[in-house]
């Protein structure tokens, strides 16, 4: 049974930078996409990123500026970091076990993350 | 990237059929056979109900089936329940090695 469990601060300032971090049980942690996905408070899904086991990335072209994602192989860990923080960032972000095409079947609980200052 | 269109709510009542449609570009839906389908709840998880277009996960009903034609993919559930209440979400991987979502659709069991 493969299970996603997230955590990291959820109440941040602007400018400030988002960590979150997501452990994985259960299953293989090679041969997955390891994806971050993100929901603003009453709208739609968006897509931030993914990385492999071997560290390979893609990220949302629109927050690449921003974004890094990384992976701990010896922990089976994968980690979300975004930099200078906007409201716009407000969202419940989601970790979540992809596929090479895309499709996320295992997913984290998601953690709302507040920019306010 | 642009998101995929999809149309804001749909719905149908008990026992019906409804089709949500989700198009995008041959950048994405129409360039490769790997659009999924999302279910989700309020204040939950999303659920993958279909991928690779078609293909139904372990443990998804039979009554929830997808398919695609050039730029635009679609998802059908049949036999519409009340549990079927819910947002969906297409999603399809893209020409830059990335996925994208749809805006979602709201359906709504009359």
């Known amino acids: 049974q493969v299970q996603l469990q997230q955590w990291g601060a959820g109440l941040l300032k602007p400018s400030e930078t988002l960590s979150l971090t997501c452990a994985v049980y259960?299953?293989?942690?090679?041969?997955?996409?390891w994806s971050w996905v993100r929901q603003p408070p009453g709208k739609g899904l968006e897509w931030i990123g993914q990385i492999n086991h071997s560290g390979n990335t893609n990220y949302n072209p629109s927050l690449k500026s921003r974004v890094t994602i990384s992976v701990d192989t010896s922990k089976n860990q994968f980690s979300l970091n975004l930099r200078s923080v906007t409201a716009a960032d407000t969202a419940v972000y989601y970790c979540?076990?992809?596929?090479?095409?895309?499709?996320?079947?295992?997913w984290g609980q998601g953690t709302l993350v507040t920019v306010s200052s | 990237q642009s998101a995929l269109t999809q149309p804001a709510s749909v719905s149908g009542s008990p026992g019906q059929s409804i089709t949500i449609s989700c198009t995008g570009t041959s950048s994405d839906v129409g360039g490769y056979n790997y659009v999924s389908w999302y279910q989700q709840h309020p204040g939950k998880a999303p659920k993958l109900m279909i991928y690779?277009?078609?293909n139904r996960p372990s443990g998804v009903s039979n009554r929830f089936s997808g398919s695609k034609s050039g730029n635009t993919a679609s998802l059908t559930i049949s036999g519409l329940q009340a549990e079927d209440e819910a947002d969906y979400y297409c999603s399809s991987y893209t020409s830059r090695s990335t996925g994208v979502f749809g805006g979602g659709t709201k359906l709504t069991v009359l």
């Open positions: 979540a076990r992809g596929a090479s095409s895309g499709a996320m079947k295992y």
């Open positions: 259960g299953g293989s942690f090679s041969g997955y996409y």
């Open positions: 690779d277009v078609s």
